[in-house]
C-alpha cells in the first residue's frame, strides 16, 4: 500500500491548498439539503483529489460527498471514500476545526487512511498494518481505561441537543472539536480519552479516522467488538459510534445500552428495580 499512501497524502496536500486559498476569504455557499451547506472549496478540492487519485489508479471505485454516486463501485473490490472537507460548517465559520479526508477501502476494510488539517498544519496518515503517524511522528490512542478518569471528545450540538446527557456524567472531562473526522485524528494521537456520536454519520465521514484510529491501537465500533463496514449501498452509518481504545470502548457502550433501557423502561412504566 506504499504507492496508495504516497497519492493519497499527495491529493489530500493538494486538496488543502485550495481548501486554505478560501479559508476565511471569499467563496460561494449553497445548501444542498437541511444544515448541509457546500462551498466553493469543497468542490474544487473534491475535483483535485479525483485527478490525483484516479490519475494513479483508474479502475478504482469512488465514493466521495460531493461526487454524484455511481453503483459502479459496488462491483470494485477497491474504492476511494472521500470528503474533501469534513467539516464545512467550521470551515464556513473560521475555525480550524476541519479535515481532507481520504481513504481506500478493500473488500469494505479501510487500508489506507489520510486526514489533513490544512488550517493547523495537522498531516495524520496510516496504511493498514504499518501504524499511524501525524506529521511522520508515531502516534498511539490513549491507554486510559476508567471512564470517571476520562476526557471525551464530543460535538457541540449534540452536547446542547441533550444527546449526551445521561453519559457525560460519566466522564472527567468534555472537549467540543467540531469535524468527525478531525476527532477521530485527534484521538488517535492521544489528545481525548474517548470519542461519542450519537447522530448518524456517512461513511466519507468517518473511514479515514477510522483506519488510523485503529493503527493507532483503538477502535470503532457501533457495538461491542463490531467495526464498521464500508462501501455500502447505503453509505449512512446508524446513530451510536463510539472511539478510543477497545476496553474503555466497551464500558460506554455498555453503560449507553443500559442508559437506553432504563429510558425505555421508564417511558413503558416498568420499574427498573
Known amino acids: 500500500m506504499r504507492k496508495e499512501l504516497e497519492i493519497a497524502i499527495q491529493a489530500a496536500k493538494e ?4 481548501v486554505m486559498q478560501y479559508y476565511q476569504g471569499s467563496y460561494t455557499v449553497r445548501d444542498k439539503s437541511r444544515n448541509n451547506p457546500v462551498t466553493t472549496a469543497d468542490l474544487e478540492a473534491d475535483h483535485t483529489i479525483r485527478e490525483v487519485i484516479r490519475g494513479a489508479f483508474p479502475d478504482d471505485g469512488w465514493l466521495s460527498e460531493e461526487t454524484q454516486d455511481s453503483p459502479d463501485r459496488f462491483a470494485k473490490s477497491r474504492v476511494w471514500v472521500v470528503d ?3 467539516g464545512t460548517e467550521e470551515f464556513i465559520e473560521g475555525k480550524p476545526e476541519f479535515a481532507v479526508s481520504i481513504a481506500l477501502v478493500i473488500d469494505g476494510v479501510p487500508v489506507v487512511g489520510v ?14 498494518g504499518n501504524g499511524a503517524f501525524c506529521n511522520d511522528k508515531p502516534i498511539r490512542c490513549s491507554t486510559q481505561q476508567a471512564l470517571e478518569n476520562a476526557s471525551m471528545l ?24 467540531g469535524s468527525v473526522a478531525y476527532k477521530l485524528g485527534r484521538l488517535a494521537a492521544g489528545t481525548g480519552d474517548l470519542y461519542i456520536t450519537l447522530t448518524p ?3 466519507w465521514d468517518i473511514c479515514a479516522g477510522d483506519l488510523i484510529l485503529r493503527e493507532a491501537g483503538g477502535v470503532l465500533w457501533a457495538r461491542v467488538n463490531q467495526p464498521i463496514v464500508y462501501n455500502k449501498a447505503i453509505v449512512k452509518q446508524p446513530a451510536g459510534m463510539f472511539a478510543g481504545n477497545s476496553t474503555i470502548v466497551q464500558h460506554i457502550i455498555e453503560a449507553y445500552n443500559c442508559s437506553v433501557r432504563h429510558a425505555t423502561e ?6 427498573s428495580v
Do not use: M
Open 115 to 128: 486526514l489533513h488539517n490544512p488550517a493547523t498544519g495537522e498531516l495524520f496518515y496510516a496504511a493498514s
Open 201 to 203: 454519520k456517512n461513511e
Open 266 to 271: 421508564n417511558r413503558n412504566g416498568v420499574s
Open 84 to 86: 474533501p472537507i469534513d
Open 154 to 177: 464530543v460535538s457541540q450540538t449534540e452536547h446542547r441537543r441533550g444527546l449526551l446527557t445521561g453519559l457525560i456524567p460519566l466522564v472527567a472531562e468534555i472537549r467540543y472539536i
Open 15 to 18: 486538496a488543502g491548498d485550495i
